[in-house]
């Protein structure tokens, strides 16, 4: 099973970079939310989260959104499964392209969900979609490298992404075209980049 993490926080730190980053950024960021005035619709605007407004569209909100979560529970969520599920994934891609994976995932995510959000007023932010592209590269391992994955690691798989869409469909207020954006990017970005063990 290679969602198991058994690293010491050294190792995990020395290891996985950028996913180590991406934790402690997003971490960060919400913790100046919070110190700064917290996490109302108007104050994640104002630090860079994607919204439907006419001139608050810009291309930089689709990056900064990803460090953005409105809520103790959405940010805890987010880096629960980044912790666990991003390191094997900058393991097979090495730093460098597991961290542009990530983004670009993370923006075609996001753009599905602004392009799909309809006229009503609308706000997103949050590390899902690239989240999901992580998980779209493990549906492609899945379904057309299946030597890559052990198969509790391909049962683990599938049974993330039923819950997962499951869950983004029937929550309110979630986001679930930019997961749905984030997970066919991440299958596609990861046939591109081309998935082999990095050594």
Not at 12 to 36: D, E, H, K, Q, W
Request: hydrophobic share 55%.
């Amino acid at each position: 099973m290679i969602f198991l993490r058994y690293e010491s926080f050294r190792q995990y730190i020395r290891l996985y970079p950028v996913n180590t980053f991406l934790i402690a950024a997003c971490i960060a960021m919400f913790i100046v939310l919070t110190a700064t005035g917290g996490t109302g619709i108007f104050h994640l605007i104002e630090f860079g989260a994607l919204t439907n407004v006419e001139g608050l569209n810009q291309v930089w909100r689709y990056i900064t959104a990803l460090f953005l979560h409105g809520s103790w529970s959405h940010l805890l969520f987010n880096m629960f499964a980044l912790f666990v599920f991003a390191p094997p994934l900058e393991r097979i891609f090495g730093h460098v392209r597991f961290a542009l994976f990530y983004v670009v995932s993370g923006m075609f995510g996001n753009l599905a969900a602004v392009m799909l959000a309809g006229s009503d007023f609308w706000v997103g932010m949050g590390a899902s979609s690239a989240i999901y592209g992580i998980y779209g590269a493990y549906l492609y391992m899945t379904v057309f490298q299946r030597q890559m994955l052990d198969q509790a690691s391909r049962t683990t798989v599938y049974a993330i992404l039923a819950m997962g869409l499951i869950h983004s469909f029937l929550v309110p207020n979630i986001g679930y075209w930019a997961h749905i954006g984030g997970l066919a990017a991440g299958f596609v970005f990861y046939k591109i980049l081309g998935g082999k063990i990095a050594r």
